[in-house]
């Protein structure tokens, strides 16, 4: 039987924008290679395909008749390390990886509830809660080795900053850059060795068909940009998610710092340590949005910062 797999649109569109001539090389091979995959792995489509920035997810039913997921994306500094965190974290407090092949960006996963994602939990801290259990659990998986480390991300990211202030059209903007970078000299020399997830936020957290039926708990991590270093690097997607539940408390340094507690007690983070690595993470995204042209810090970044840096 031959499966035509048709490439969003808007997956097409932003591997065009982030890898350029690599990444619309890579979608007129994605059909393709799905196609591949399928035969090989004697995969059965299983319903309407779903993507990100950088894959594409295909329902699938095994040989067997058990359901999963093909996920396929393009091989880049990001996503190659994925399989080997999965790996390392061997389904406890993530998704299960069922087969894989690295040279392709290939992986067949345990299929979890798409439409439950902790963005629907109403309960702004239980969210947290979760969000921090789950960082906690995931970092207690030793590092496989060859991975990249946050000691040689950090220091990029102190090269770069000169070049971003002089682009930054506001002088305060250009002011919370140089803090968030000196805060980032401050804790440099010890970059950590946990196996960080990089990108843990609510749409990155999804419920299994059977919650809690393997002992497992009621939630599970996907997607993940793994990275060895400081379990302080990982609170910030925490923080500004869910922004409108942040806005809606009227004071938004307030509840900023709510989360960042909650998180930092959760996982036994010195508060000093994890509020210099999370605005290295402010300062990373000041970075990137400087590289696409941005002249001034994102709002909603700014107030992060200041939050932290006035508690």
Same mark, same amino acid.
């Given at each position: $039987?031959?499966?035509?797999?048709?490439?969003?649109?808007?997956?097409?569109?932003?591997q065009?924008?982030?890898?350029?001539?690599?990444?619309?090389?890579?979608?007129?091979?994605?059909?393709?290679l799905?196609?591949?995959?399928?035969g090989?792995?004697?995969?059965?489509?299983?319903?309407?395909?779903?993507h990100g920035?950088?894959?594409?997810?295909?329902?699938?039913?095994?040989?067997?008749?058990?359901?999963?997921?093909?996920?396929?994306?393009?091989?880049?500094?990001?996503?190659v390390?994925?399989?080997?965190a999965?790996?390392?974290w061997?389904?406890?407090?993530?998704?299960?990886?069922?087969?894989d092949?690295?040279?392709?960006?290939?992986?067949?996963?345990?299929?979890?509830?798409?439409?439950?994602s902790?963005?629907?939990?109403?309960?702004?801290?239980?969210?947290?809660?979760?969000?921090?259990g789950?960082?906690?659990?995931?970092?207690?998986a030793?590092?496989?080795?060859?991975?990249?480390?946050?000691?040689?991300?950090?220091?990029?990211?102190?090269?770069?900053?000169?070049?971003a202030?002089?682009?930054l059209?506001?002088?305060?903007?250009?002011?919370?850059v140089?803090?968030?970078?000196?805060a980032?000299?401050?804790?440099?020399?010890?970059?950590?060795d946990r196996?960080?997830?990089?990108?843990l936020?609510?749409?990155?957290?999804?419920?299994?068909?059977?919650?809690?039926?393997?002992?497992?708990?009621?939630?599970?991590?996907?997607?993940p940009?793994?990275?060895?270093g400081d379990?302080?690097?990982?609170?910030?997607?925490?923080?500004?998610?869910?922004?409108?539940?942040?806005?809606?408390?009227?004071d938004?340094?307030?509840?900023?710092?709510?989360?960042?507690?909650? $998180?930092?007690?959760?996982?036994?983070?010195?508060?000093?340590?994890?509020?210099?690595?999370?605005?290295?993470?402010?300062?990373?995204?000041?970075?990137?949005?400087?590289?696409?042209?941005?002249?001034a810090?994102?709002?909603?970044?700014?107030?992060?910062?200041?939050?932290?840096?006035?508690?």
């Open positions: $039987m031959t499966v035509r797999i048709e490439v969003p649109r808007a997956l097409a569109a932003s065009s924008r982030y890898e350029g001539a690599a990444g619309r090389a890579w979608v007129a091979a994605l059909p393709g799905v196609a591949g995959y399928l090989r792995w004697e995969l059965r489509p299983d319903g309407p395909p779903m920035a950088c894959a594409l997810v295909l329902p699938v039913v095994r040989a067997d008749g058990t359901p999963a997921v093909l996920k396929v994306q393009l091989v880049t500094e990001e996503t390390d994925e399989p080997a999965l790996r390392a061997g389904g406890l407090g993530a998704v299960r990886l069922l087969r092949e690295p040279a392709g960006g290939a992986m067949l996963l345990e299929r979890l509830d798409p439409a439950r902790l963005s629907a939990v109403p309960d702004d801290t239980a969210a947290v809660e979760v969000l921090a789950l960082l906690a659990r995931l970092g207690e030793p590092a496989p080795p060859g991975l990249r480390h946050l000691a040689d991300i950090a220091a990029a990211m102190l090269d770069r900053v000169p070049g202030v002089a682009a059209g506001a002088p305060e903007d250009a002011r919370l140089r803090d968030c970078a000196a980032v000299r401050e804790v440099a020399g010890e970059p950590g196996l960080l997830h990089w990108d936020h609510y749409d990155n957290v999804l419920a299994p068909p059977a919650p809690d039926a393997d002992g497992r708990g009621p939630w599970l991590a996907i997607d940009k793994p990275l060895v379990p302080g690097f990982e609170l910030f997607p925490a923080l500004h998610n869910r922004w409108d539940d942040i806005t809606a408390t009227g938004v340094p307030r509840a900023v710092r709510r989360r960042f507690d909650v $998180m930092t007690e959760a996982l036994g983070l010195d508060r000093e340590r994890a509020r210099a690595w999370t605005l290295g993470r402010v300062l990373q995204n000041a970075l990137w949005d400087a590289a696409g042209g941005a002249r810090v994102h709002p909603v970044w700014a107030a992060i910062a200041r939050a932290l840096r006035n508690s």
